[in-house]
């Protein structure tokens, strides 16, 4: 059974600075992951989808990258601002599903 | 288009009282799942479906149960509410391959459900 782990659960940082959350599976038959941004009381907002036989994928500030082998996923904010502040959600896609991580709650200071 | 959109988006019922929440896409997408979200928890599944007519169990699907009769429309349906059940719920949509592969998943805006 596919179990997906975000560590830390909880992350600030000062404005300006890079930074990166990390997203772990145990099962490597993935067809792809998923990095997701929920803002609170609000939905998901899908951030970047990367295919099993990629190796990142970049959209503005935001890189994510995926290396099968280890069963690990990061994504990486460059120069955060308070308008990241948000959580952030992992999801690994099997069969049609997705399995989610419990998200990392990222709050950036102005 | 106007995506996925769920309806209503907060509801108090009371111990024992039934309901449906209502999802429905327009982007012609085959597969369309319900997801429930808990306090400082990531999304577990309750039930998909991969197509009109077919629906399959999740992870935790008991206490619910889903119809899809037309590719829009996925409604889930509360019987006999339970205050275990109190939880905002997410309807999401995609198009997957044969070979099972998801792509980019669209979700609606979540209905806010207190069972007291």
Same mark, same amino acid.
């Given at each position: 059974?596919?179990? @997906?782990?975000?560590?830390?659960?909880?992350?600030? @940082?000062?404005?300006?600075?890079?930074?990166?959350?990390?997203?772990?599976?145990?099962?490597?038959?993935?067809?792809?992951?998923?990095?997701?941004?929920?803002?609170?009381?609000?939905?998901?907002?899908?951030?970047?989808?990367?295919?099993?036989?990629?190796?990142?994928?970049?959209?503005?500030?935001?890189?994510?990258?995926?290396?099968?082998?280890?069963?690990?996923?990061?994504?990486?904010?460059?120069?955060?601002?308070?308008?990241?502040?948000?959580?952030?959600?992992?999801?690994?896609?099997?069969?049609?599903?997705?399995?989610?991580?419990?998200?990392?709650?990222?709050? @950036?200071?102005? | 288009?106007?995506?996925?959109?769920?309806?209503?988006?907060?509801?108090?019922?009371?111990?024992?009282?039934?309901?449906?929440?209502?999802?429905?896409?327009?982007?012609?997408?085959?597969?369309?799942?319900?997801?429930?979200?808990?306090?400082?928890?990531?999304?577990?599944?309750?039930?998909?479906?991969?197509?009109?007519?077919?629906?399959?169990?999740?992870?935790?699907?008991?206490?619910?149960?889903?119809?899809?009769?037309?590719?829009?429309?996925?409604?889930?349906?509360?019987?006999? +509410? +339970?205050?275990?059940?109190?939880?905002?719920?997410?309807?999401?949509?995609?198009?997957?391959?044969?070979?099972?592969?998801?792509?980019?998943?669209?979700?609606?805006?979540?209905?806010?459900?207190?069972?007291?």
């Amino acid at each position: 059974k596919q179990e @997906v782990t975000q560590i830390p659960a909880a992350l600030s @940082v000062p404005e300006g600075e890079n930074l990166v959350l990390n997203c772990s599976f145990t099962d490597s038959a993935i067809y792809n992951l998923q990095w997701f941004r929920q803002d609170p009381g609000k939905g998901l907002t899908s951030l970047l989808l990367i295919q099993s036989s990629q190796r990142e994928q970049t959209s503005g500030r935001l890189n994510a990258s995926l290396d099968k082998s280890s069963g690990r996923s990061t994504l990486y904010i460059a120069a955060s601002q308070p308008g990241d502040s948000a959580t952030y959600l992992c999801a690994t896609s099997q069969g049609g599903k997705l399995i989610f991580g419990q998200g990392t709650e990222l709050s @950036v200071k102005p | 288009n106007a995506g996925v959109t769920q309806t209503p988006k907060f509801r108090i019922l009371k111990i024992g009282q039934s309901m449906t929440l209502q999802c429905a896409q327009d982007m012609n997408h085959n597969y369309m799942y319900w997801y429930r979200q808990d306090p400082g928890m990531g999304l577990k599944l309750i039930y998909y479906s991969v197509g009109a007519g077919i629906t399959d169990k999740g992870e935790v699907p008991n206490g619910y149960n889903v119809s899809r009769s037309t590719t829009e429309d996925f409604p889930l349906r509360l019987e006999l +509410a +339970a205050p275990s059940q109190t939880s905002v719920y997410f309807c999401a949509s995609s198009f997957t391959s044969r070979q099972g592969g998801s792509y980019e998943q669209y979700f609606g805006p979540g209905t806010r459900l207190t069972v007291t």
